[in-house]
């Protein structure tokens, strides 16, 4: 089969740092390929070039076997290649035809009938389900996507690259993109997946490059090769997916929410009504699409938000009128969702981080004065047992950190704290799997030391890899608690979107 | 330091950084060459000039003991801003707070019993004007933490409120029959001057004030580096939602560093009212509330920094008459300082040329060890 | 801390690069230098400081002299002795101090330097003039009353105002003057001008030029019709509304202050909305002490009271927004105030503010 594009030699470097070190890519017409690797590994490097954002230091571009010159995007495009970027390039308030035909207008006067038709045409083809006089704003994440595709397809894209296209989609968005990824395969359009999510690649590519610290590492077979084989590959290592957890019996009930009301940013109710109660010795997982109230429930029970109505209990006692300090010192410990606004002081060094909340207590302070020894020494333990790496130990700057060994700085921090509740917002958001690994275990560790863990994901994975049991949000409300051994994936992504279980089986 | 490999991987870009310092002397340097240009183009010499203006600032006891007592309001002031700036805090009303810390000061002066030590009555009017100060500076904090009024706001309006506060205690309480426009003149013994120091600098205005200034530099020094207090101010100037999730009070950190911030900028009040001068005059805002912004950039806002930032520009401020004696306009040494202050708070500019600078040093470097590598 | 002491060095390395200038000495010429220090305005104030500058400028033209003025860093006793000191290290040995600002700096200075001519314009020098040291002072009250007699005889009836700067003397003798030429003008020639006293106003500062914009819209929005704007910077706002409205059409009128402003109410037309100025002529008086200093005859320890006998107080002698009739009359009173016929009292007894 011949290769409708060949990358040959790549190299790329940026001051201070090779992003791709001789690195080839082969993609045969008609297939789906996938380029794996950790984030930083140098795949969107690798793609920039491709696109025409960078030009190579070294190496062949060929495309359908005759070799390029890519200087900008435009060349891309000319060549037939088309990109749908994890951001989308939309105008909110355009229809989906004129947001297709902007900057393609062809002439003075431009023909929106026609180009409404050959949308539709598009559209059927490759069952996008898109109507060309939909506006954008109306439409859901999953659409906005399948007009970026469609996008690409009017320009008669076909080679097509896509940059983690499902970080932001639900499960049933997901399994429909991987649908329209091979009915394309299937019409003769090539497909590069650009991701680090191993079980798509299992469901939709035929081939895998792998590339670690921009190296080339290899090309492999996804059929005949199992996931662990490619985590391995990928990492440099051997890793586990699923964390070790033991079955246990959760003990008595550290946290207890009840109908708890809170406003979000508008002024209107971001979470309604809840309830939830989280136990010692065990994880409870909130699944949920981002923005359906998790944040405004998190910042409620850890004291950054002021709660309508409710009660927020913690070992007994009512903590919703406490103040931050007061909860932590009860023995809350919170990883934030976003590690470098809330987690750190990207301009403070390490060791200053490590007792951002305990400073002005002993051992680190005595009448107001710091203990410089008694802090480093403090945090030189958490970032040797936590294998926190930065230039300069504990004097580095937390801003200069890579984020998974922030990430690991932050989790250090509060899981020595030994807190009776630990929670986790994201955890590992953006990390790569080495870290990730790394995360899963402190946070497991925590729940069989008999502790209460509160785990928010949008990744349902790790929601199902780690929690004991799920609550599910959907728009500020609880949909239900299940235990994870009752439920699977599916189940969860229905009453994500909104639909609760039990009306599942009455339909039925 | 475990893995050579991941540490490249962590931190790309990672030539060396330009240290503050070297910012600061780029700022005057080149300051000073703008300045010499200048000279240069209305057509004088400007190593004469330089050097009349080290002349005026320099040249003898009294001038040395002037620019020192001239710097000591700029110490204050540029600590003050510099204290908020830690903190977050943009303290625009350096001056306000330095008209209430003086107008206080004088108050006391004129009336707190001669007969009073003047160990006694210098600890009562420093705590005079700490406090007045502190107020002033703490209602901004207060309008900022409880009601988010912008500090820059509040703090321009409370400048004008002391304005005319002064205006009208002057004349109420210590009116100068014969200037209507000033205080009336403190006797020597109520301001903070000391004959035996002025008689050992040839008459200058050198006071206590600058042993205040000097030792507010340790203090504040020592509250950012090594109390809870500093840590906790810094946090919240660093990143105010980490601090706010760490459980430090953000409001209460603003209050404090707003008041502590006024307290220096009131005592800057007190040295200046009542040390550098005697008196003070109706309808005058004092320029030192912005000199100290400058003074604190170019000082890096570290309390060091500071100190020899004021320095120079109180060499500047002092010897800029000498500079102009020769001919050249007053303004001009006001452009030099002007062009200084431009450099400084362009500093962001000068860092990346160095940066610059750095980076391509890095990457000959590591060419050069590439190329030896390969053979 | 390492950091902060290499900043300290080379601080001092680029201090001692220019101080190796310093070794080289000048040969001090025996000539006469003459300076000047700015008070709180600028050189170009059109007014003290500008006004005086000229003075010593034409004298130093004339008998071929050194002569500059130095701006100090602040309004302070100390900053204007640094000043002065700057001059006299400089080789200046007559220094004019425009304005009463300078009164402790000047008592200072005095007793430094036996050598140094010092002349102070607009105070007494109440705490004793030394023997090198001429104080200068003007009877305010006699230009303002020729200036309240002209405004009354070129607006024949109608109302006049006043804004002032700071409550203080020379300010309020302006204003007693002026409305004491007014009531001369009503009562000796038949004009009928009235004074309100909620239009005489004191704005409490010389440098707010928006503030004067406003008191003067104010008082001609409540129907005066010239307004005597004796308020430094502040003033100039007051003549700023009077151009404008004179602008639009209004037929109102401002009197200015200090120099002769005639030009500061030019209207672009070559006319200019200032009726006449109430004058302290700096610019004489600074010429007259040069003009000693040269000939040996520095009047040292003395107080100068100069008014309308001296020719150094009083309006221009032409305005073309004066008829000639009118100048002839208030040079006709200008020789009665010479002749002590008419006396200028300067106090307020009976007047307003």
Known sequence: MSHVIEMLGIRKEFPGIVANDNINLQVEEGEIHAILGENGAGKSTLMSILFGLYQADKGVIKVRGKEVSIKSPNDAFDLGIGMVHQHFQLVHNFTVAENIILGKEGGFVYDIKSASKKIKEISKRYGLEIEPDMVIEDITVGMQQRVEILKMLYRDADILIFDEPTAVLTPQEIDELMTIMKNLAAEGKSIILITHKLDEIKRVAKRCTIIRRGKFIGVVDVATTSVNEMAAMMVGRPVSFKVDKAPKTPGEAVLEVENLNVLNNKGVLGVKDFSLSVRRGEIVGIAGVDGNGQTELIEAITGLRKIQSGSIKFLGDDISSLSIKERNEKGLGHIPEDRQKRGLILSFPIASNMVIKDFDKAPFSKNGILDKDAIRKYSQEIVDKFDVRSGEGIDSLAGMLSGGNQQKAIIGREVTEDPDLLIAVQPTRGLDVGAIEFIHQAIVAQRDKGKAVLLVSFELDEIFNLSDRIAVINAGRLIDIVKTEDTDVHDVGLMMAGIKAEKKEENK | MKNKSTKVINKPLQAKKVPSFLVSISAVILGVIAGSILILIIGKNPIVGFERLLFGAFSNKRRIGNTLSMSTQLILMGLSFSFAYKTGLFNIGGSGQMLMGGIVSTILGHYLPSSLPKPVYIVIVVIGALAIGGLWGLIAGFLKAKFNVHEVVSSIMLNWIAYWLVYDFIPRFVKDQAIAVKSKPLDFSRTLGLEWLRKATGMSTLNLGFLFAIIACVVIWFILEKTTLGFNLKAVGANKYCAEYAGIKIQKSIMISMAIAGALAGLAGLTYYCGYSNLMEMGKMPNEGFDGIAVALLGNCSPIGVFFAAIFFGALKMGKGSLAATGIPTELADTIIATIIYFTATSVIIASFWNKIYKKRYEKKKAKLEGEEKK | ?353
């Not at chain 3, 037929?251 to 009726?275: F, M, R």
């Open chain 3, 1 to 353: 801390m390492k950091k902060t002491i290499a900043l300290a060095l080379a601080l001092l390395l680029c201090f001692s690069v220019f101080a190796q200038g310093a070794a080289e000495t000048k040969t001090e010429t025996p000539a006469l230098k003459v300076g000047m220090v700015t008070d709180s305005g600028t050189i170009d104030d059109r007014s003290f400081n500008q006004g005086t500058f000229e003075g010593v400028k034409k004298a130093a033209e004339e008998f071929g002299l050194e002569c500059t003025y130095l701006r100090p860093s602040g309004t302070t006793t100390t900053d204007y002795v640094t000043a002065i000191t700057d001059l006299y290290d400089a080789g200046y040995r007559f220094i004019a101090c425009p304005g009463f600002l300078f009164a402790d700096a000047v008592a200072q200075v005095q007793a430094m330097y036996d050598d140094l001519m010092l002349v102070i314009i607009d105070d007494a020098l109440s705490a004793g003039i030394g023997a090198n040291s001429v104080a200068v002072v003007f009877k305010e009250h006699e230009s303002g009353f020729l200036a309240g007699l002209a405004t009354a005889l070129k607006l024949e009836e109608g109302s006049v105002g006043f804004l002032g700067g700071m409550e203080i003397p020379s300010v309020q003798k302006f204003n007693w003057g002026f409305q004491q030429g007014v009531i001369y003008a009503n009562e000796n020639y038949g004009t009928k001008i009235t004074m309100d006293p909620s239009n005489f106003v004191y704005s409490g500062s010389f440098a707010d030029i928006a503030l004067g914009q406003q008191i003067a819209n104010t008082l001609f929005s409540k129907g005066v019709d010239a307004v005597f704007c004796a308020a430094g910077t502040t003033g100039v706002g007051g003549l700023n509304e009077t151009k404008n409205r004179a602008l639009s059409g209004e037929n109102v009128w401002a009197v200015g202050v200090d120099v002769d402003q005639y030009y500061e109410g030019d209207l672009g037309n070559g006319k200019s909305c200032i009726l006449t100025s109430a004058m302290k002529d700096v610019t004489g008086v600074a010429y007259d002490m040069v003009k000693a200093a040269v000939e040996g005859k520095f009047p040292g320890g003395t107080l100068l009271t100069l008014g309308v006998a001296d020719d150094r107080a009083g309006i221009p002698a032409s305005n073309p927004n004066l008829t000639p009739e009118i100048e002839a009359k208030v040079a006709e009173v200008a020789a009665l105030i010479k002749a002590g016929t008419v006396v200028v009292r300067d106090n307020g007894a009976g007047l307003i503010k």
